[in-house]
């Protein structure tokens, strides 16, 4: 069990220019979270993976967010044109879908700071 | 809008003291509840779950759930320096899959 990786793990962009994180979950977690936290603040959640299915978005997935799971492993989230209050971690998450309680374990997440 | 709500503290406490840390949510529906620590710079890390009204205790910890009063604690015993981290309160809505709804954490300073 190597855990949750993330990369990259720091990003320094200038405004208007895309990102792409990607993330790599536990291997046998069919479920795959990915969530933004800004300082003080506790996670919030963006989107959710079982499988490559998409199940659930965010309000705060603005357009500008995607995220893919293209064949139900790794996932990646790009931010396109972006803006200074995108800057934060971008933290990601699986579990097992075998588990009824569902908890999640985090990978060391991305963090996004936009000039 | 689904909550949950903690004390942002700083909650101190001495060395080899108890430490208690409290969360409130909104939703009934809610079926498993969380406690992650997460250390200044570092991703949250699970320590325990509760999904049963009364208490679960693991090593030092001990997890308290009232779903009628829709509380949750997380007593710390015999607490270290080492315990000086945030402490993030998550719930869990009753369909599979849902995703964790989190407080924005108390912060716990333990002094030596």
């Known amino acids: 069990d190597t855990g949750v990786s993330q990369d990259p793990r720091h990003k320094i962009t200038k405004r208007g220019q895309n990102v792409t994180f990607r993330c790599d979950p536990i291997?046998?977690?069919?479920?795959l979270y990915w969530y933004r936290q800004t300082l003080g603040q506790g996670p919030e959640f963006l989107t959710y993976f079982q499988n490559e299915a998409q199940l659930e978005k965010s309000r705060l997935l603005s357009d500008r967010f995607s995220a893919e799971r293209p064949k139900g492993s790794f996932s990646t989230l790009e931010i396109q044109r972006t803006e200074q209050g995108d800057s934060a971690m971008y933290l990601c998450?699986?579990?097992?879908?075998?588990?009824?309680?569902?908890?999640?374990?985090f990978g060391e997440g991305s963090r996004l700071t936009v000039l | 809008q689904k909550e949950v709500e903690q004390n942002s503290g700083p909650l101190s406490v001495p060395e080899g003291a108890i430490a208690s840390l409290n969360c409130t949510y909104s939703?009934?529906?809610?079926?498993?509840f969380f406690w992650y620590r997460q250390y200044s710079g570092k991703s949250p890390e699970l320590i325990m779950f509760i999904y049963s009204n009364g208490d679960k205790e693991d090593g030092r910890f001990t997890a308290q759930l009232n779903k009628a009063s829709q509380y949750v604690s997380l007593l710390i015993r015999d607490s270290q320096p080492s315990d000086s981290a945030t402490y993030l309160c998550a719930v869990k809505g009753p369909q599979a899959g849902t995703a964790l709804i989190f407080g924005k954490g108390t912060t716990l300073s333990v002094s030596s």
């Open positions: 998450a699986s579990s097992a879908g075998t588990r009824p309680t569902g908890e999640l374990f």
């Open positions: 939703d009934r529906g809610s079926q498993s």
């Open positions: 291997s046998e977690h069919n479920r």
